[in-house]
């Protein structure tokens, strides 16, 4: 069985069930096609120098797996296509990020309003932890006068800082997944130079956001697992009495554990896009990631790194400003920023600073999930030939249409020239 599923077009109804519309009679002005689980018939691939003879007359199929002895075309011979935000042919570096900021700033009117109500739900989380804590600071203050607080004050100072915590994770993660399935079908369709709106993204989203959730929450277990089982052996020495040594070694386990955890987030790093473009299960999707990211483990983590790096640079600009500003408007800013007294800054420099939280936040997580998304289909093109179905989909005069009408240009189906 073939392990490369097609990428399941978004509105689309997933693969087997009724009411597809991916085939010749599709509307034009619909989203891509469904990327299903078919196979050419033997004998319509052709291992050829150039394009080969068209995919089979089944509607279009995003995906398909190029079998043995096919050949990607000479990319010099003639300007590639570019019917949305990316070439279709494999990116650089420089090519996948400015896809994902041209998918921004040309489709603003969908990207934006779901980065920004994103940022303003978990970065409003983050300003009420802030403060929460603020106020456990002041308790925990009022309790070093004395010499021996109860369990019980040190719980209540406790509380409300852990009950915060815990809200803000949950509301940060379900905020992020959302933004990122919503992202990811945007930007499924830039490739194609077609709009989605809201209700677009969100309709095609909202069927993957539990297999989604799960996905991060899983990614999250293993990470943590990874962690607690490196540190773990270092803690129980430290315990039972050899506190040098089991400090160092808790180090040692430490940093082979963030290791071990960097290598397999790369390799998963590109299940979250197989899972919500080709209708994928989680464990699935996982493996497909895997599949996709071999060989390229290097590459994978240069493009992720500096996009991180160049994430935190702007996200730095945006938000120093807002921090001067929050300090200066605070009551005893100046001062409670030089003593490093996190209580004395107030809620003026929460707000202030989270306000250019909001904005950054609402910037760049556009250009993180955009990175993720055009990565998983630059891995696809490479391997997968995938550029041809997305010129197919897209409508690119000369390429082979729904119905397998016309080859590339300059080759003939017979001859393969």
């Known amino acids: ?35 299903s689980q078919q196979q050419p ?49 494999p990116l650089g570096i420089g090519e996948i990020l400015d896809g994902a900021v041209s998918t921004m700033r040309t489709y603003w009117r969908t990207v934006l309003p779901i980065a920004f109500a994103v940022s303003l739900l978990t970065q409003g989380a983050m300003v009420l932890l802030q403060g929460f804590m603020l106020d456990d600071n002041a308790t925990f203050n009022s309790l070093d006068g004395r ?9 209540n100072a406790l509380g409300g800082t852990l009950a915060a915590a815990g809200l803000t994770v949950a509301i940060t993660l379900l905020g992020s997944v959302i933004a ?58 430290a315990v039972s009495g050899s506190v040098p040594a089991g400090l160092v070694l808790a180090f040692i386990g430490g940093l082979a554990a963030l290791g071990v955890i960097v290598w397999l987030l790369i390799r998963l790093s590109l299940s979250s896009p197989a ?42 600009i945006i938000q120093i400003p807002f921090a001067v500003v929050g300090i200066v408007a605070g009551s005893d800013g100046l001062s409670a920023f030089a003593s490093g007294d996190q209580a ?15 904005i950054g936040s609402t910037i760049t997580f556009p250009i993180n999930a955009g990175v993720t998304a055009l990565l998983y289909m630059d891995q696809r093109i490479r391997r997968e030939a995938l550029d041809i179905e997305l010129a197919r989909a897209a409508g690119v005069a000369g390429h ?15 001859t393969g020239g």
């Open 147 to 155: 010499s021996e607080p109860s369990l019980s004050e040190i719980t």
């Open 41 to 89: 018939p033997a004998g319509q691939w052709q291992a050829t120098g150039g394009w080969g003879a068209p995919p089979p007359p089944s509607g279009p199929v995003w995906g398909r797996q190029a079998p043995a002895g096919w050949q990607q075309p000479h990319w010099g011979a003639s300007p590639s296509p570019k019917p949305g935000v990316i070439p279709l042919r």
């Open 344 to 358: 004395g800054l107030g809620w003026t420099y929460l707000i202030v600073t989270g306000i250019g939280a909001v």
């Open 400 to 414: 082979a249409d729904a119905t397998g009408g016309s080859a590339a240009p300059g080759n003939s189906p017979a």
């Open 275 to 316: 899972l919500m473009l080709e209708r994928q299960g989680v464990l699935k999707s996982m493996a497909r990631s895997v599949k996709l990211v071999r060989g390229s483990w290097w590459r994978m983590l240069g493009i992720q790194l500096l996009t991180m790096i160049l994430v935190y640079i702007v996200s730095s």
């Open 1 to 35: 069985m073939n392990d490369s599923p097609g990428w399941a077009s978004p509105g689309s109804s997933p693969s087997g069930e009724p009411g597809r519309a991916d085939g010749p009679g599709a509307p034009q002005d619909a989203a891509p096609p469904n990327w």
């Open 180 to 237: 990122t399935a919503m992202l990811t079908m945007v930007i499924s369709r830039a490739v194609l130079g077609r709009e989605a709106t809201l209700g677009e993204a969100w309709s095609d989203a909202r069927p993957r956001l539990p297999a989604l959730l799960g996905l991060t929450v899983l990614l999250s277990l293993i990470g943590f697992g990874i962690l607690a089982v490196g540190v773990t052996p270092g803690i129980a020495i």
